[in-house]
Nanobody
């Protein structure tokens, strides 16, 4: 079971990147997926998430209208399209997959994190 992020790199302010989060060993379509980021000296923060049932997406105010989360169930991959990047977007970006089913002692909860991908926004 593995989540692997890719697509990070160095980009100038105003530029764009597309991050990918590829799953292996489980079916990503059954999971809610979140993108988080952590800049040096700051706490990890949620950037965007997409639920499994209806595909509804949610965004932090700081990235709304610039970032778009999407999923390709056939490819078992979730993407984060990041446009109009700002220096304050620089961070390590992580994807997180969560599956919850049932209640009580037999409830199932799977929670996987990727290793992160570095995004640097600088001129």
């Amino acid at each position: 079971v593995q989540l692997v992020e890719s697509g990070g790199g160095l980009v100038q302010p105003g530029g764009f990147l597309r991050l990918s989060c590829a799953a292996s060993g489980f079916t990503l379509g059954y999971y809610a997926i979140g993108w988080f980021r952590q800049a040096p000296g700051k706490e990890r923060e949620g950037v965007s998430c997409i639920v499994s049932s209806d595909g509804d997406a949610y965004y932090a105010d700081s990235v709304k209208d610039r970032f778009t989360i999407s999923r390709d169930n056939a490819a078992n991959t979730v993407y984060l399209q990041m446009n109009s990047l700002k220096p304050e977007d620089a961070a390590v970006y992580y994807c997180n997959a969560v599956f919850i089913y049932g209640v009580g002692p037999h409830a199932i909860r799977n929670d996987y994190w990727g290793q992160g991908t570095q995004v640097t926004v600088s001129s």
